[in-house]
């Protein structure tokens, strides 16, 4: 297997964001030090467990989609065993770090994302259209992983972040899941969309994405930030977001749809990195 295939394995780009806003709640409740790298490690390596097992997990529903049947275990170049055994081993020393950091508060979300990623959420899928809402809560935890491991205490500012991202995870979802319908109902997952049409599901979408963009607005007002530019910086990517979403979804098509689904991406990524500008610069 290729660093390549451990990327695919590991679901890299998820890890990554994981560990994007494990750094955000880190830096937001305090400034730089060496801890923030262990941290991250920590967190980045307890992502790649949890993917790696939901990979050994879904690898037969995988190997019926053309988006995820190239992945390493529908392709026979790790097998799910391994798979579950390499999981078991990351998620191991990423718990050992996190306690070492965090204590017993960091150790009990970690075993939390573990537990609802790869015991509820990977189950719910193939069970109910509300898995997307049941499986926001994983994107809450990393930042609280942050935030304890530098010393916080799990209050209204962390929470304000918290609730924002996991606002944020579910048009994410729901705009995943109207690109590849049919790839999912082939693989025996339910979806919203078969459930209520796409036409149903773009105009909820584009209500939870409004939701979400007013929902980055309680940052500031639950003391997460230091300036007031902030504030401005988080409303007018809201209103960026907002307008992208409304051209793109008032006549879905394919391409709309995708534009939609880039901008929600990059927009949690840039009011990420506003708040860890705003921590730095306050700090």
């Known amino acids: 297997m290729t660093i390549r295939d451990f990327g695919k394995l590991c679901k890299l780009p998820i890890s990554a964001m994981s560990t994007l ?13 060496w801890r923030l790298l262990p941290t991250a490690l920590a967190v980045l390596l307890l992502a790649c467990a949890a993917c790696a097992l939901n990979e050994a997990q879904e690898h037969k529903q995988d190997a019926l989609m053309p988006r995820t049947r190239q992945r390493p275990i529908p ?21 050992t770090l996190l306690t070492a950091l965090g204590g017993r508060d960091a150790l009990g979300l970690g075993a939390l994302a573990v537990l609802w990623y790869n015991g509820v959420y990977t189950y719910a899928k193939r069970v109910t259209t509300l898995a997307p809402v049941i499986g926001s809560l994983i994107g809450a935890i990393p930042p609280a992983l942050g935030w304890v491991c530098a010393g916080g ?7 304000s972040l918290c609730f924002f991202l996991l606002m944020w995870q579910i048009p994410h979802f729901w705009l995943l899941a109207l690109l ?8 025996g997952f339910p979806t919203f ?59 879905p098509s394919p391409l709309g749809i995708g534009r939609a689904f880039r901008a929600i991406n990059y927009y949690a990524l840039l009011v990420m990195g506003a708040v860890m500008l705003d921590a730095v610069l306050g700090h």
Request: aromatic fraction near 8%.
């Open 193 to 251: 969309v078969g459930l209520l049409g796409a036409a149903s599901v773009t105009r909820v979408t584009f209500t939870w994405t409004t939701a979400t963009a007013a929902s980055a607005l309680l940052l500031p007002l639950f003391g997460l930030a230091r300036s007031p530019l902030l504030g401005l910086a988080l409303a007018g990517l809201g209103a960026w977001l907002v307008l992208v979403a409304w051209r793109a979804l008032r006549k």
């Open 153 to 159: 205490t799990l209050d209204g500012p962390i929470l």
């Open 21 to 33: 806003s494990a750094a955000t709640g880190f830096l937001a409740a305090q400034a730089f030090n």
């Open 180 to 187: 590849m319908k049919g790839e999912y109902e082939h693989a």
């Open 75 to 95: 392709t026979g170049k790790i097998s799910a065993k391994a798979s579950a055994l390499l999981a078991l081993a990351l998620g191991a020393v990423a718990l």
